[in-house]
C-alpha cells in the first residue's frame, strides 16, 4: 500500500539489527538493575544452554518426552484412523457417535491429569494417556473428512468389478485418503508435543522436591522453577520446544511433499 | 424422525460402557459411575461450581480479548506499512511455534501463581492465529475492491474498515477456530499449573481431597465449556460472514 518497496538485504539485516539491539537493551538492563537471576538475560541465557547441553541434562529430558510422544502419537494414530474412516463411510456411525465425540474433543487433554495418574502413575504414563489422548481427535477428523470425500464413483466401480468390502478399504479408501491423513498426522503430532509439556509441568507440580529423577522436559521445568530458580534455563527450555515445534511441523510438510508430491497440502 | 434418535443412541451406548466400566473396576475411587458423577455435579451446582466457572470465563474473555485485539492492531499497522512487516514478520515466525504451554513456567514467574497466568496464555495463545490471519486476509485483499473504493473517493479509513477488515474476516475466523483448541488447553493447563482459580485449578484442588467424582464432573465441564465457546465462536462466523458462499464461510 504505501511505503517503499523493501530490498532483499533489509528484508534479513532489518530485522536482524533490530533483534540484536532489543537483546543489547535487555541485557543492559539487567546489568544495570543488578537482577541477573531474578530476570533471564541474553548472555544468561547462551550461558545455560551451553551447560545443559554438555552436560547431556537437556539431551535426556527431551529424549525422555520425545519417545512419549511418538508412542502416545502412534496409539492415537492405531485408534483414531480405523474410527475415521469408519465413521466417515457409513453415515449412521458418524450421526449416532458424532456428539458424543464432539463432546469428548472438547476436554482439553490436561485435564485428564487426575485420572490418568490415578489410572497410570505418576512414572510417565500418565503423561502418555494425555498425549494420546490429545492425537486421537486430529487423526478421526481428518480419516472421516478424507473417507468423506473420497470419490463415490471410484468406490461403486470397485464394487462393480467385484471387490469385496476389504478390498475396497484397502485398494480405494486408504489410497485416497492419505493425502488427508498426513494433515492430521501432522495437526496430530504438533498437539501432541503441546500436550507432552503440559502434561509433564501438571505432574512436575505434583512431584517437585521430592527427589525423583526428572523424566522429561516438563518436569524438567518445574524442578528448575521451584528447584533450582535458574530463570535463564526457562528460556533456554522455551527455546528448545519452539524449535521442536518447527522441526515436527517443517519436517513433515516436507515429507509430504516428498511422499505424496500430487497433494498439495 | 429417526435422525434425531440416533445422537441418543450413541450417547446411550458411551454412558453404557461408562457404567460398565465402573461395574467391572468396582471401585467408585478409581472409575465412578455416571450416576455417582451425577450426584457430584448437582452437589456441586450449588456452591463453587457457578464461581469457578466464571473465573474461568474471565480469564478466557480477558485473555483473548486483549490478545486478538493487539493482533488486530499489529497486523493492521504491518498491512500499511512493509517496514513494520519486514520487522515484525520474523518475530511473528520465531515466536508462532513456540505454543503458549511451553509459557507457563515463564508466566508464573512473570505474574505469581494467580490469575494473570491463565490470562497470558490465552493472550498468547489468542496473539498469533489473529496476527497471522489477518495479515494474510489483507494481503490477499481482491485489489479490484481496494481500487473501486478508492475510485468511488473512499478515505484510507473506508477502505481499511469497510472493504479491507470484512475481506479479512474469513481468514481471521479460520485461526480463531483452529487455535481455539490449544487456547483451551492453555487456559485450562495454567489453571492447574499456576492459576489460584477457575475450573481448571478446580479438578485439581478436588483431586488433592480425593475426591475423584467430582473431579470427573469437573473435566465433563471442561469439555462443555470446550463445546460451547467452540458453537459460539461458530456460530458468531455463520452469523458475520453471512455474505460469504457457503463453501467458505464453513470450512
Redesign the interface.
Given at each position: 500500500m504505501s511505503g517503499s518497496e523493501v530490498g532483499r538485504g533489509a528484508r534479513v539485516l532489518l530485522p536482524l539489527a533490530v533483534a540484536l539491539v532489543l537483546c543489547a537493551v535487555w541485557e543492559v538492563a539487567v546489568r544495570m538493575t543488578h537482577s541477573h537471576g531474578l530476570l533471564p538475560s541474553p548472555t544468561g541465557v547462551v550461558e545455560s544452554g551451553a551447560i545443559l547441553t554438555s552436560s547431556g541434562v537437556i539431551v535426556e529430558a527431551m529424549s525422555g518426552s520425545l519417545k512419549r510422544v511418538l508412542i502416545g502419537f502412534a496409539i492415537g494414530g492405531a485408534l483414531g484412523i480405523p474410527t475415521g474412516l469408519a465413521i466417515g463411510t457409513v453415515p449412521a456411525l458418524d450421526r449416532a457417535f458424532r456428539p458424543v465425540l464432539d463432546g469428548l474433543r472438547s476436554i482439553a487433554p490436561i485435564a485428564w491429569i487426575p485420572m490418568a495418574i490415578l489410572w497410570l502413575g505418576v512414572r510417565g504414563d500418565a503423561a502418555l494417556f494425555v498425549v494420546a489422548y490429545a492425537a486421537v481427535f486430529p487423526f478421526i477428523v481428518n480419516a472421516s473428512l478424507a473417507a468423506r470425500l473420497v470419490d463415490r464413483r471410484l468406490v461403486a466401480a470397485a464394487r462393480a468389478l467385484g471387490a469385496g468390502p476389504w478390498t475396497v478399504v484397502r485398494t480405494v479408501l486408504l489410497p485416497g485418503s492419505i493425502p488427508m491423513l498426513f494433515t492430521g498426522a501432522r495437526i496430530a503430532l504438533a498437539f501432541a508435543w503441546a500436550s507432552i509439556i503440559a502434561a509433564e509441568l501438571a505432574i512436575g507440580i505434583k512431584i517437585a522436591g521430592q527427589g525423583r529423577s526428572v523424566a522429561g522436559i516438563g518436569q524438567l521445568m518445574v524442578e528448575t522453577l521451584y528447584v533450582r530458580r535458574d530463570v535463564d534455563a526457562l528460556v533456554f527450555y522455551m527455546l528448545v520446544i519452539g524449535a521442536v515445534s518447527f522441526l515436527i511441523d517443517a519436517g513433515l510438510r516436507r515429507l509430504q511433499r516428498w511422499m505424496l508430491p500430487w497433494s498439495d497440502r | 424422525m429417526a435422525?434425531l434418535f440416533?445422537?441418543l443412541?450413541?450417547?446411550a451406548?458411551?454412558l453404557a460402557a461408562w457404567e460398565i466400566a465402573a461395574r467391572v473396576a468396582g471401585n467408585a475411587?478409581?472409575v465412578p459411575s455416571p450416576a455417582t458423577v451425577w450426584n457430584a455435579l448437582v452437589a456441586m451446582r450449588g456452591s463453587e461450581l457457578p464461581r469457578d466457572i466464571a473465573a474461568s470465563i474471565v480469564h478466557l474473555v480477558v485473555g483473548y480479548v486483549a490478545g486478538a485485539a493487539l493482533g488486530l492492531v499489529l497486523a493492521l499497522v504491518a498491512?500499511?506499512?512493509?517496514?513494520f512487516?519486514?520487522?515484525i514478520?520474523?518475530?511473528a515466525e520465531?515466536?508462532r511455534?513456540?505454543?503458549p504451554?511451553?509459557?507457563?513456567?515463564?508466566a508464573?514467574?512473570m505474574f505469581g501463581v494467580g490469575g494473570g497466568v491463565p490470562v497470558f496464555l490465552i493472550f498468547y495463545a489468542a496473539l498469533f492465529p489473529i496476527f497471522v490471519g489477518t495479515l494474510d486476509g489483507i494481503r490477499r485483499v481482491d485489489p479490484t475492491l481496494v481500487n473501486a473504493g478508492r475510485a468511488l473517493g473512499a478515505s484510507r479509513a473506508t477502505l481499511a474498515l469497510r472493504v479491507i477488515f470484512p475481506a479479512t474476516l474469513p481468514s481471521i475466523f479460520a485461526g480463531a477456530r483452529l487455535s481455539l483448541?490449544?487456547a483451551?488447553?492453555?487456559?485450562?493447563?495454567g489453571e492447574?499449573?499456576g492459576g489460584d482459580a477457575g475450573i481448571?485449578w478446580r479438578?485439581?484442588w478436588?483431586?488433592e481431597f480425593f475426591q475423584?467424582d467430582r473431579?470427573?464432573a469437573?473435566?465433563?465441564i471442561?469439555?462443555?465449556?470446550?463445546?460451547a465457546a467452540?458453537t459460539l465462536l461458530q456460530a458468531l462466523q455463520r452469523r458475520v460472514l453471512r455474505w460469504l458462499p457457503a463453501s467458505e464461510g464453513t470450512r
Amino acid at each position: 500500500m504505501s511505503g517503499s518497496e523493501v530490498g532483499r538485504g533489509a528484508r534479513v539485516l532489518l530485522p536482524l539489527a533490530v533483534a540484536l539491539v532489543l537483546c543489547a537493551v535487555w541485557e543492559v538492563a539487567v546489568r544495570m538493575t543488578h537482577s541477573h537471576g531474578l530476570l533471564p538475560s541474553p548472555t544468561g541465557v547462551v550461558e545455560s544452554g551451553a551447560i545443559l547441553t554438555s552436560s547431556g541434562v537437556i539431551v535426556e529430558a527431551m529424549s525422555g518426552s520425545l519417545k512419549r510422544v511418538l508412542i502416545g502419537f502412534a496409539i492415537g494414530g492405531a485408534l483414531g484412523i480405523p474410527t475415521g474412516l469408519a465413521i466417515g463411510t457409513v453415515p449412521a456411525l458418524d450421526r449416532a457417535f458424532r456428539p458424543v465425540l464432539d463432546g469428548l474433543r472438547s476436554i482439553a487433554p490436561i485435564a485428564w491429569i487426575p485420572m490418568a495418574i490415578l489410572w497410570l502413575g505418576v512414572r510417565g504414563d500418565a503423561a502418555l494417556f494425555v498425549v494420546a489422548y490429545a492425537a486421537v481427535f486430529p487423526f478421526i477428523v481428518n480419516a472421516s473428512l478424507a473417507a468423506r470425500l473420497v470419490d463415490r464413483r471410484l468406490v461403486a466401480a470397485a464394487r462393480a468389478l467385484g471387490a469385496g468390502p476389504w478390498t475396497v478399504v484397502r485398494t480405494v479408501l486408504l489410497p485416497g485418503s492419505i493425502p488427508m491423513l498426513f494433515t492430521g498426522a501432522r495437526i496430530a503430532l504438533a498437539f501432541a508435543w503441546a500436550s507432552i509439556i503440559a502434561a509433564e509441568l501438571a505432574i512436575g507440580i505434583k512431584i517437585a522436591g521430592q527427589g525423583r529423577s526428572v523424566a522429561g522436559i516438563g518436569q524438567l521445568m518445574v524442578e528448575t522453577l521451584y528447584v533450582r530458580r535458574d530463570v535463564d534455563a526457562l528460556v533456554f527450555y522455551m527455546l528448545v520446544i519452539g524449535a521442536v515445534s518447527f522441526l515436527i511441523d517443517a519436517g513433515l510438510r516436507r515429507l509430504q511433499r516428498w511422499m505424496l508430491p500430487w497433494s498439495d497440502r | 424422525m429417526a435422525r434425531l434418535f440416533e445422537p441418543l443412541i450413541g450417547i446411550a451406548c458411551a454412558l453404557a460402557a461408562w457404567e460398565i466400566a465402573a461395574r467391572v473396576a468396582g471401585n467408585a475411587t478409581l472409575v465412578p459411575s455416571p450416576a455417582t458423577v451425577w450426584n457430584a455435579l448437582v452437589a456441586m451446582r450449588g456452591s463453587e461450581l457457578p464461581r469457578d466457572i466464571a473465573a474461568s470465563i474471565v480469564h478466557l474473555v480477558v485473555g483473548y480479548v486483549a490478545g486478538a485485539a493487539l493482533g488486530l492492531v499489529l497486523a493492521l499497522v504491518a498491512g500499511s506499512s512493509k517496514w513494520f512487516a519486514a520487522v515484525i514478520d520474523p518475530f511473528a515466525e520465531f515466536l508462532r511455534p513456540i505454543s503458549p504451554i511451553a509459557w507457563i513456567p515463564l508466566a508464573i514467574l512473570m505474574f505469581g501463581v494467580g490469575g494473570g497466568v491463565p490470562v497470558f496464555l490465552i493472550f498468547y495463545a489468542a496473539l498469533f492465529p489473529i496476527f497471522v490471519g489477518t495479515l494474510d486476509g489483507i494481503r490477499r485483499v481482491d485489489p479490484t475492491l481496494v481500487n473501486a473504493g478508492r475510485a468511488l473517493g473512499a478515505s484510507r479509513a473506508t477502505l481499511a474498515l469497510r472493504v479491507i477488515f470484512p475481506a479479512t474476516l474469513p481468514s481471521i475466523f479460520a485461526g480463531a477456530r483452529l487455535s481455539l483448541g490449544v487456547a483451551w488447553m492453555a487456559l485450562v493447563a495454567g489453571e492447574i499449573v499456576g492459576g489460584d482459580a477457575g475450573i481448571g485449578w478446580r479438578i485439581l484442588w478436588y483431586q488433592e481431597f480425593f475426591q475423584m467424582d467430582r473431579v470427573l464432573a469437573a473435566i465433563l465441564i471442561v469439555g462443555a465449556l470446550g463445546l460451547a465457546a467452540d458453537t459460539l465462536l461458530q456460530a458468531l462466523q455463520r452469523r458475520v460472514l453471512r455474505w460469504l458462499p457457503a463453501s467458505e464461510g464453513t470450512r
